[in-house]
């Protein structure tokens, strides 16, 4: 099982290239980094981890700037978003910028995608809320036409865009892996089987239960194989992660690290390190 790790790196934290070799340099096996572009004072949304809402989040650094520092100071260090919030984004750009990453980084990229919690934030962006799942499975199809090695189209609810040349395509025909966050349901899991290759919950809690879930939306939508399971945003002991590993079968665990000073990270990251 692969150990990665997650952090809302901000301009007071430790820096993304810095901690890319640190990570490489003690044997760990990625780092994901997660996205908000803003974070509106005037929110009226409860947050999820709960209120007041942490320092960090209203600074986090741009997760693919990050990731493109990381990829140029690494050779096996796997790279992905905790989440990206597509709804949010342009998806042509998207779609370039996932590319460019995933090439740069020699096919090491994973798209963690996320639908958001903080209304207003989403409201910035014209994302209308009520829609913003389906908006992120058009918006999928669409990137999925731009890494396509022949120029194809893509005619959807949410966006079109027509049969281009758009270089350079990500490593993986068909593009990266991608990984879906969000709580546990049927419709997540229906999303999951359709455009994505497995799930990326926040920590580990009741996925006993939930995963078979996972695993009959799986089956019924005819795909081969098991969806990946990476459980993220996890505070680590030996048995939560021998629990993951032997009986979820989970291929990765992203461990959570706090977004404090290189002193503060590297210190942590001896301490995982017995994980390893």
Known sequence: MRIS??????????????????????GFGGL???EHTHIPVSRQTPAPMGDPL???YGRTL????????AATVTERLALGTSITLVAQHDPIVLAKQIATLDWMSGGRFTLGVGFGWN?????????????RRDVVRDRIALMRALWADEPAAHDGEFGSVGASLAHPKPVRPGGPRILVGGAAGPTLFAHIAEYAD???PVGGSGLKDTAPGLHRAWRAAGRQGDPALVPAFVLPSPGKLRHYRDELGAEEVVLQLPSGTALEVLRTL?????YL
């Open 119 to 131: 209304v207003e934030e989403a409201a910035d962006h014209g994302v209308d809320w009520r829609s």
């Open 62 to 69: 741009d997760p693919f700037v990050g990731l493109a520092a």
């Open 54 to 56: 942490p320092r960090p």
């Open 32 to 34: 994901y980094l997660p």
């Open 198 to 200: 497995g799930w990326l």
């Open 270 to 274: 001896d301490d995982y390190s017995r």
């Open 5 to 26: 790790t997650t952090i809302l790196l901000t301009d007071e934290t430790i820096r993304p290239a810095r901690l890319a070799r640190e990570l490489e340099q003690r």
